[in-house]
T-cell receptor, first 115, second 110 residues
Framework: DTEVTQTPKHLVMGMTNKKSLKCEQH?????MYWYKQKAKKPPELMFV???????INESVPSRFSPECPNSSLLNLHLHALQPEDSALYLC??????????????FGPGTRLTVL | KQEVTQIPAALSVPEGENLVLNCSFT??????LQWFRQDPGKGLTSLLL?????REQTSGRLNASLDKSSGRSTLYIAASQPGDSATYLC?????????FGTGTSLTVIP
């Protein structure tokens, strides 16, 4: 199984809502990533978890809160978002963070619209 | 900070042509370079990964090369097909950071 799944596929939320994005992989990978991608732009790294610990936080606003409850799951909790946060949110995983041979596998993404 | 550039930004070719996509990076101290394709509104599909110690990787009609000293990677697609139409992205890993290029939008005309 070389699949990364993400739910929901689409999400529309108001600026006062609280919602969560979910990501799951069953490849035994110990590194998981969140990226944000605006239209016609490359993905931008947000967070990296390594062995369920937050390793990288790319100065992301606190209205985005990541969580890695176990080695297969990665969540992104959203609260008080702004319309400019509307984007495609991509999850990825790789075997580990430290090995230079690691290939990243991406999920299909969640299309988020903030009204 | 690593900067990754892809030229051209868009490319249109007739079916059957061989083509080359380019990826340039400013910091040669990379661990690896990975090529992806992305269909509109979708996630990224991994195509090839080249480790820093390798010169090239092949998968089917795809061949990727890496020249660290010149800061370049190329993706060669042989006998292009309409199903190859997508955006192609390269990503250079430097330390624990991943830097994506701006992408090349490829259209293969039947």
């Amino acid at each position: 199984d070389t699949e990364v799944t993400q739910t929901p596929k689409h999400l529309v939320m108001g600026m006062t809502n609280k919602k969560s994005l979910k990501c799951e992989q069953h490849m035994g990978h110990r590194a998981m990533y969140w990226y944000k991608q605006k239209a016609k732009k490359p993905p931008e790294l947000m967070f990296v978890y390594s062995y369920e610990k937050l390793s990288i936080n790319e100065s992301v606003p606190s209205r985005f809160s990541p969580e890695c409850p176990n080695s297969s799951l990665l969540n992104l909790h959203l609260h008080a978002l702004q319309p400019e946060d509307s984007a495609l949110y991509l999850c990825a995983s790789s075997q580990t963070l430290s090995s230079p041979t690691n290939e990243q596998f991406f999920g299909p993404g969640t299309r988020l619209t903030v009204l | 900070k690593q900067e990754v550039t892809q030229i051209p930004a868009a490319l249109s070719v007739p079916e059957g042509e061989n083509l080359v996509l380019n990826c340039s990076f400013t910091d040669s101290a990379i661990y690896n370079l990975q090529w992806f394709r992305q269909d509109p509104g979708k996630g990224l599909t991994s195509l090839l990964l080249i480790q820093s110690s390798q010169r090239e990787q092949t998968s089917g009609r795809l061949n990727a090369s890496l020249d660290k000293s010149s800061g370049r990677s190329t993706l060669y697609i042989a006998a292009s097909q309409p199903g190859d139409s997508a955006t192609y992205l390269c990503a250079a890993r430097t330390g624990n950071q991943f830097y994506f290029g701006t992408g090349t939008s490829l259209t293969v005309i039947p």
